[in-house]
């Protein structure tokens, strides 16, 4: 028989993911704070890794009436990473653009090789961040305090978790913005040697 979640039942799920995210992260806190979060470092395809969390996180972007595009990807760029820590940041830039667009807008995705990097961005034309939150964006338990921000949700801990990950990796991690026009979310990450531009 076919099933229907009633609007309680969707919500009681709801309620029930937001709590397992907030678990998790305060979990990821913790062993960051202590010293015990694990990475198992690995040879990556960098294209291949982002393609699979596009793939992962396609969700998001239906509940919030998005697409990800993937929109510029240059191949065979390889880095020395832990493929699934490194989703998790992608999963919490690519969450973060589809609550913060526009319905029916695109999020748009790049993987770029720089000088001896590769960078992943992230890029929603939502509402930009405030200037005067700037400096707190990767604090802890932080979010724009904006009516858009406490309807959303989250656990304001992602950013601050993607940004240990990344320093984990010896990349950078930022944020380009634009009030009214949009936020890209990036990190770079230093290219193998065998495929370093020279």
């Known amino acids: ?21 907030l678990v998790n992260d305060i979990l ?5 704070e202590s010293g015990s979060m694990e990475f198992r470092f690995s040879s990556l395809d960098l294209k291949a890794l982002v393609e699979q969390a596009i793939e992962a996180n396609h969700g998001y972007a239906e509940e919030h009436g998005v697409e990800f595009v993937l929109v510029q990807s240059e191949t065979g760029l390889l880095v020395h990473g832990d493929g699934d820590r490194l989703i998790q940041v992608l ?47 990767f604090a802890k338990f932080t979010q724009a305090d904006s009516s858009d921000a406490r309807q959303v949700g989250g656990t304001g801990l992602g950013l601050n978790i993607s940004k240990t990950i990344i320093d984990k990796h010896g990349g950078e991690i930022g944020f380009d913005t634009k009030p009214g026009k949009g936020t890209t979310f990036y990190f770079d990450l230093p290219l193998l040697d065998e495929n370093a531009p020279a």
């Open 1 to 21: 028989a076919d099933r229907t979640t009633s609007p309680r039942g969707d919500m009681a799920e709801k309620n029930t993911e937001r709590l397992i995210n």
């Open 91 to 137: 999963a919490n830039f690519l969450s973060n653009a589809a609550k913060f667009s526009p319905k029916g807008e695109k999020v748009e995705i790049s993987v770029t090789a720089g000088k001896g990097t590769a960078r992943v961005a992230v890029s929603d034309f939502g509402p930009g961040i405030p200037e005067e939150f700037h400096e707190n964006v």
């Open 28 to 32: 990821d806190m913790e062993k960051i």
